[in-house]
């Protein structure tokens, strides 16, 4: 079949699949009700690539009217993207997003296979970090330094005190932490492994994805469950040769073997993928959530969000902010003077509540602000009818994809000249595994009145909340300074 498959973009009236067009067309619905003249200004941006961004901050702008706005927004943004995208099965006809899953098996089902670890069962809560492996007053040293220094909320440190002092949260024997995009650096899976627990991998079908991940379930004690074609047995190398299970192009064939699974399944989105693919990639793990959950009414879901975002913060936060911007030096004033306001300028006006953190990239793009603003939408809605939702800020980290982009690379080596710490993925998904215990152990976490508190809450963003300054008025300078470091 000629052109893409799987879940696509909707052809416009010239046959292109446009991710310009889409992207639109969903800030426009999504702020519609809410905020029409928002919705008229995103339809009638001529320059999407660019101007984005001031459309992004609308979207929280606007929610914070009340928590059904908020949720308004969410709603009306995910039923946008749902009635906009399309499945093209490899051999037959395209048909509407939400209709893929009621094609005609035409793909062999997906079997289970099971590999148990041999290594031990850990018990107690322990964070790699710089050489080291925190545990006991040594991890609760961090956590408070980490609080002082404004590089996670107050209350992502007591979550994870809390784990501290319930070892046997960690046991999630009892769970199947479904892990999608199984690969993925900042995911729980050597976690929940080291713990014991089970652990549902979905990836693509990469055998070298799979040599990697059986390598990790042998060395620890928990149970790594994989999707494998069927007949798939024997050794290691086998069965890195028949598993995989493709959400962007088998989504169907996926679903069905999800959904067949025993236990109360907690669905984890940890999926990347570059360009406009990401936004595909987003929106087929959003159809497989919103599926499963109507098939699993009790099921789990959990989101790691991206640091590089807008959102409300509390007043807490601003008021931090602003004492360091009160004790800023003299070069850095004169700077500020210097360049007209255009960099160093106050990350927020005073007194702001709540305030209102800017830390979208530009370098990032349209298409990596909608794919996680769609997880963003579909954590406050699935909240709101129940569901057990896990959503963490996760901090900046030096990911392999944030370091393939030159100028993202040297924005974080430059970071620290400014108060934000960059963290090793190995820290990262450590520390948000054990958030993610709190969370299925607390039920979600306290009940917040407004979406923007449920996000806010347990916050691990290295420092962009808290720094006095907006974090794109000193990027460039970041650029400048990580440049310098890497030739020195």
């Known amino acids: 079949m000629d052109g893409p498959t799987g879940v696509v973009f909707p052809a416009t009236g010239d046959g292109r699949r446009s991710t310009t067009a889409l992207g639109r067309a969903v800030v426009a619905d999504a702020l519609r009700a809410v905020d029409p003249v928002g919705a008229r200004s995103a339809e009638h941006e001529t320059d999407w690539r660019h101007g984005y961004l001031g459309h992004f901050r609308r979207l929280v702008e606007a929610g914070l009217l009340s928590r059904e706005a908020a949720l308004t927004i969410a709603r009306d943004g995910l039923a946008a993207l749902h009635a906009r995208m399309r499945y093209v099965p490899s051999d037959g006809a395209e048909v509407a997003l939400d209709e893929a899953f009621a094609l005609p098996d035409r793909e062999p089902p997906l079997e289970t296979a099971t590999v148990t670890g041999a290594g031990p069962v850990e018990r107690e809560l322990s964070l790699p970090y710089r050489g080291q492996r925190l545990r ?3 991890l609760r040293r961090r956590l408070d330094a980490w609080v002082d220094a404004g590089v996670v909320e107050p209350s992502c440190a007591e979550a994870v005190r809390a784990v501290q002092a319930n070892p046997d949260w960690l046991d999630l024997r009892d769970q199947r932490i479904v892990v999608l995009g199984a690969g993925a650096e900042m995911g729980p899976l050597p976690s929940v492994l080291r713990w014991g627990g089970a652990v549902v991998a979905v990836d693509l079908p990469r055998p070298e994805i799979w040599r990697r991940l059986l390598r990790t379930a042998h060395r620890y004690g928990g149970r790594l469950h994989l999707p494998v074609r069927p007949g798939t047995a024997g050794d290691d190398a086998a069965l890195a040769a028949g598993a995989g299970a493709d959400l962007l192009h088998r989504l169907p064939q996926a679903a069905r073997w999800l959904r067949g699974l025993d236990g109360r399944l907690v669905l984890g989105n940890y999926v990347y993928a570059d360009g406009a693919t990401n936004v595909r990639v987003a929106t087929a793990v959003d159809a497989l959530t919103a599926h499963l959950v109507r098939h699993r009414p009790d099921a789990a879901l959990a989101f790691l969000a991206t640091p590089t975002d807008v959102y409300a913060v509390p007043a807490e936060a601003v008021a931090h902010a602003e004492r360091g911007y009160a004790a800023r030096g003299p070069a850095r004033r004169a700077l500020r003077v210097l360049s007209g306001g255009r960099l160093l300028h ?20 349209p298409n990596y602000a909608l794919a996680k603003r769609l997880q963003r939408w579909r954590a406050a809605v699935a909240r709101d009818a129940g569901a057990t939702v896990s959503f963490t800020v996760a901090p900046p980290t030096r990911t392999r994809s944030v370091l393939r982009n030159r100028a993202l690379a040297a924005a974080y080596a430059g970071a620290h000249r400014f108060g934000i710490e960059v963290f090793e993925p190995a820290t990262s998904n450590t520390l948000m595994a054990a958030l993610l ?6 039920g979600g976490g306290p009940a917040q009145q407004h979406p923007w508190r449920d996000e806010a809450y347990a916050a691990a963003h290295g ?3 808290r720094v006095p300054y907006a974090p794109r008025s000193a990027l460039g300078l970041a650029v400048l300074l990580g440049l310098g470091g890497a030739r020195a």
């Open 136 to 138: 006991g007053d040594d």
């Open 346 to 365: 106050r990350n927020y006006p005073p007194g702001a509540d709540p305030g209102i953190n800017d830390s979208l990239v530009p370098q990032q793009g």
């Open 437 to 442: 215990v709190h969370d299925l152990r607390t």
């Open 463 to 465: 420092g962009l909340w």
